[in-house]
């Protein structure tokens, strides 16, 4: 088999050639433009995969990845670190326009997109997950979620979380026993906090926190300490300094999810003396903004202690906690929605009654574009008068997309 060139990347990362039979190949860690020799050919009937076996001529947009462990450990983690950053952005509009035109069925141009002011050191959460031994805690490689490798520092997260682990890892002996994987998240206020999962049952009390905690801040590497025990809800162990729970769902990118709010609430429009509807509300942010704004909101979201946090931040609105798709009869019909699922996207009753209740503009804001098409595929009663993509995730295959839905006349 003669090399095969890369035309382009697919949703994921992985690079897309031609066989010599025609049939499309995919191969991970490969750049548009670049010849490569592939190992470990797998065909199917329309399709093949294949792994890089040799790089026979280097695209004009291959680049060194920043992080050891991309090459050598296969991270998982990132899928575009070998890419520069204006060709990954390319890529990244790409996955959104063709989502949209071959799912959604929408004639749509690849969308503008948002750059990052940081493509690296901007995660402010991190998974960690354990190896089935216990000896390691790290993330996984690419495409083997049964192995982890020992991480030494993650080259996309934020340096204070880094720097919290290189104390971290030093303290494994003062873990919980039955860890079953860790959290580390960099809070607005500036804190840290490291959570611990485990296999541990609710009638079992982990009693370690304490010495931990003391270790940490010998160590100038102070945190607040979480633990999760199998089945419960997570609980602050030591050096608490808030009530909020350390894995309520908050921006991996916090500065780059501020840019989607505020982005998709302009796109809203006018909203004073509106109903609006904010759906999959979290902790209340957007729901604040549109209240402020004069609006008539009502917010779901089902994490019950995000609508807590959302109640005790105020303002005032009417809240409701559960699946959006189990509250909608106790919903007056909007003006306007925001919708901001997630990965999964919105249930298929939700789009059901959007298409019924015909309000006079949907903002749609997605972290999956194969999703985003598939939702707004169910909604053909609504034009698209805008899309928007934002990088909230260089280095990766992942993009945030804004959708602005107007109903059709």
Known sequence: MSGIRILRLAAGGDGVGKLDDGRTVFVPRTAPGDLVEPAGLRAHKRFARARLGRLLEPSPDRVEPRCPHYVRDECGGCQLQHVAGPAQREARRGFVGEALRRLARREVADPPLVPAEQEFDYRAKITLAVSADGHRVGLHPYDRAEEVFELEWCHITVPELMELWQVLRRLRPLFPPRLDGLVLRMGREGGRHVLFRTTEGEGEVWGGAAPLHAELRRHNA???????????????????????????????????????RAHALDALGAVEGRRVWDLYAGIGETTAALVRAGASVESVESDRRAVAEAESRGPAARRHAGRVEDVLRELKAPDLVITNPPRTGMDARVSEALERLAPERVVYVSCDPATLARDLGRLPGFRIAEVRAFDLFPQTAHVETVVVLDRAS
Not at 234 to 249: C, K
Not at 253 to 259: E, I, K, L, N
């Open 222 to 260: 102070v945190a607040t300490i979480w633990w999760q025990p199998a089945g419960g809800a997570p609980r602050a162990m030591a050096g608490a300094g808030e009530a909020y729970p350390a894995t309520v769902f908050e921006q991996v990118h916090p500065a780059m999810g501020d840019r989607v």
